[in-house]
């Protein structure tokens, strides 16, 4: 049923109600369109695989075709994969399915059989139809796969049995081989196991051998391991069209759940996300959200992207809805702790005081996103410290949230605020004199900056008038003085 579902799993146009009608995926084989699969309406009024379509017309002339998507399965498939990921820290999708192996995941769920009911409860969540199979090795799950979901994991013995018992017709060896076997009289997998192997690679081959030790487990799997691609990208089509932004609001939402499943699987956070909306007929129109801190919540995004949505117009009628994204940062979960239960009570507050400054952070940053989607990127920005060391170039600024090297460390007393340019101070009978007299206090402190360049060399000092209050001066090398900031 994949190349059905993963047609469905991408339309928008009410897929239930296309369930239920009669429908089915049709391939071309040698110029001739056949029937590759088809739903449960579909068989009702005899419409199975392998039909020709004019056959499969002829029986059911309701019935709705669709041209079978490589392309679709692909994706469908590895979203499997990413949702499996909750699952097995080892999945491998090969021939139209998954291998998870469950091995080492017992502990974390409290048992094999919780861990199955729970990978149940997910798929039926997607409306994934699921043949299965449990063995001790993959080659050995495929060979016992059958219809139906196992949320229950048999025994030793039982896995033995249900293998000896598999028709050598199941085995993935050449025809040629097969009607060998059946011409010795071998109809099951146990019967060939009980024949010596040496006599087997003789006869048929090393390869044989190879293959039942892989079945077995007695060889480790040589299937490669899926690894989530290094960017998103996800679609949703409505043939009909959506004419609201409310109605976009569903398909937003059903694809920043994928995507916050690719973020846990690749254990990382976006820094940015695009949505691109493209209509039927006219230009495509694109929406770029920017986060300042790390957010893997579909519920945030969706919530930000929501307010930057009213802030741009649509085109009349969506048809396809895609959402992509390639700025990653790596994760750091700070908040795990392998020995929570045995924290004494003063290392449980310092804990709960980390967590309440890590909640605050989470929601500042959670303000600025919001803001920046409501009022746009430019209307929200923040002073920060730059690279030099002279005042007046120290400070600028920059977009808020926005990521920047680490500033210069500049060490004495400065005051908060500066004049907008420094201002010359008059040396009267050796007397400096700025509105009135000044008297030095401490000092001096040098700066020296872009010395590569020019020589730009300060010498600071704390100064003060008759009534107390305090400037910041400084002396060039040519003698001259000038004020350049105030304290409060």
């Known amino acids: 049923m994949l190349p059905l579902e993963a047609l469905l799993d991408n339309q928008l146009d009410n897929p239930k109600k296309q369930q239920q009608s009669p429908t089915a995926v ?40 669709l041209q079978q998507q490589s392309a679709s399965e692909k994706s469908t498939l590895q979203r499997l994969a ?39 409860q997910a798929l039926l969540s997607r409306s994934i139809s699921v043949d299965m199979g449990i063995a001790a090795s993959a080659d050995g799950a495929r060979l016992l796969c059958r219809s139906g979901f196992q949320n229950r994991l048999p025994n030793s013995a039982e896995l033995q049995l249900q293998l000896q018992a598999t028709s050598i017709r199941k085995l993935a060896i050449n025809k040629r081989q097969q009607q060998s076997f059946q011409q010795l009289g071998l109809d099951s997998l ?20 190879d293959y039942l030790q892989l079945l077995l487990g007695e060889k480790p799997c040589r299937l490669q391991r899926f690894q989530p691609p290094a960017s998103f990208h996800d679609l949703l089509q409505n043939p009909q069209g959506i004419f609201s932004k409310q109605g976009l609001l569903f398909p937003m939402k059903t694809l920043l759940q994928r995507f916050s499943l690719y973020l846990q699987a690749r254990q990382c956070h976006c820094r940015t996300f695009e949505w ?55 994760a750091t979960p700070g908040e795990l702790d392998l020995f929570d239960s045995v924290l004494s009570d003063n290392a449980t507050i310092k804990k709960r005081r980390k967590e309440g400054k890590e909640t605050e952070s989470t929601e500042t940053h959670r303000l600025i996103d919001s803001l920046r989607a409501r009022l746009g990127p430019e209307a929200l920005l ?40 420094p201002v010359s101070v008059q040396m009267r009978n050796q007397q400096l004199f700025w509105r009135q007299r000044l008297y030095i206090l401490s000092g001096p402190q040098r700066l020296c900056d872009n010395w590569w360049q020019t020589d730009q060399q300060r010498d600071y000092y704390l100064a003060c008038d008759a009534e107390g209050a305090r400037y910041w001066l400084f002396r060039q090398p040519d003698g001259d003085w000038f004020v350049q900031g105030l304290f409060a």
């Open 82 to 120: 990413l949702l499996a990921y909750n699952f097995s820290p080892t999945v491998i999708i090969a021939e139209q399915g998954l291998w998870l192996e469950l091995s080492g995941c017992e502990q974390l769920f409290h048992g094999y059989n919780q861990l199955l009911q729970q990978l149940q």
């Open 190 to 209: 146990g019967d060939l196991l009980a024949l010596p192997r040496a006599e087997l690679a003789r006869r048929f081959g090393t390869g044989i051998v």
């Open 382 to 421: 923040q002073p920060a410290l730059g690279p030099d060391y002279l005042p007046e170039k120290a400070g600028k600024i920059i977009a808020a949230g926005e990521r920047q090297q680490p500033a210069i460390a500049h060490h004495g007393l400065q005051p908060l605020w500066l004049l907008p340019k």
């Open 26 to 65: 049709v391939s071309q084989e040698k110029n001739i369109l056949r029937i590759l699969c088809c739903n449960n309406s579909a068989k009702q009024s005899g419409v199975e695989p392998e039909l020709t379509l004019s056959t499969a017309l002829t029986l059911c002339p309701t019935l709705v075709t």
């Open 276 to 330: 691109r909306f493209e209509p039927l007929l006219g230009e495509p129109v694109s929406m770029r959200v920017t986060l300042s801190g790390s957010h893997n919540s579909w519920t945030n995004l969706l919530d930000l992207s929501r307010l930057q949505l009213d802030r741009i117009a649509l085109p009349a009628s969506i048809e396809t809805i895609i959402l992509t994204s390639d700025d990653f940062i790596e």
